[in-house]
């Protein structure tokens, strides 16, 4: 597993810029991966997922760009607003051994200041 | 549509006690799967159940373990509490049908084991 909570990385940002946060995945083979926000307090919530026979999808203020050839998954906030400050995680679906097992990552806490 | 609900949200046990966790899927959803989560080790598969059956596993001790209704609520069970379970519980939900499904989460159980 990975470390959250109080030493994950964090990504300091001012209201209105654009925030990119970063993951490597683990296993080559997996081929859905979803981004999750976390707030204080509560479960994580689902933002957005890509497939693995694309390279770019884009939500609503939000894009993910997946390379596979480096096992590399980031997530694009657009306009970042204060409320967007949470934990992300990514996700990859890992294969083996059947349906939905998560593997998550270890998270990028985001602090959005005014 | 509800979203996923967990009872009870906090729990205060000790050591050796056991614990039961409860969860309630989105209706539709077939597919539990449960999660631990803590500052050390992020988030961790503990097992995924559908239609009443364990469906995949993870890499935790048999003191874990869980079951499923007819109705698709599942329960989790920890035995022989230690220290180190003081953790968030999480489960989540998703229609079970594709290995490509989002999971949604709840709020999560907090355990603190004394």
């Known amino acids: 597993g990975e470390s959250v909570g109080l030493h994950l990385p964090t990504l300091s940002v001012q209201e209105g810029d654009n925030s990119i946060i970063n993951c490597a995945y683990s296993?080559?083979?997996?081929?859905?991966f979803i981004w999750y926000k976390q707030e204080s307090g509560k479960g994580p919530q689902f933002i957005i997922d890509i497939r693995s026979n694309m390279d770019k999808r884009q939500g609503q203020r939000v894009t993910v760009l997946l390379n596979k050839t480096v096992k590399h998954l980031s997530l694009q906030i657009a306009a970042t607003q204060p409320g967007d400050s949470a934990v992300y995680f990514c996700?990859?679906?890992?294969?083996?051994?059947?349906?939905?097992?998560?593997?998550f990552g270890a998270g990028t806490r985001l602090a959005v200041h005014p | 549509k509800a979203g996923v609900t967990q009872t009870p949200r906090y729990l205060i046990k000790t050591r050796g006690q056991q614990v039961t966790l409860s969860c309630s899927p989105i209706?539709?959803?077939?597919?539990v799967s449960w999660y631990q989560q803590t500052p050390g080790q992020g988030l961790q598969f503990l097992f995924e159940y559908f239609s009443e059956t364990q469906r995949n596993k993870g890499n935790f001790p048999g003191r874990f373990s869980g079951r499923q209704f007819s109705n698709s609520r599942s329960e989790m069970n920890v035995s022989t509490l230690e220290l180190g379970d003081s953790a968030l519980y999480l489960c989540?939900?998703?229609?079970?049908?594709?290995?490509?499904?989002?999971?949604?989460f709840g709020p999560g159980t907090r355990l603190l084991v004394l």
């Open positions: 989540a939900s998703s229609l079970g049908l594709a290995d490509e499904e989002t999971q949604y």
């Open positions: 209706s539709g959803h077939r597919s």
């Open positions: 996700a990859e679906n890992a294969l083996s051994g059947g349906y939905n097992k998560l593997i």
């Open positions: 296993n080559s083979a997996s081929d859905y």
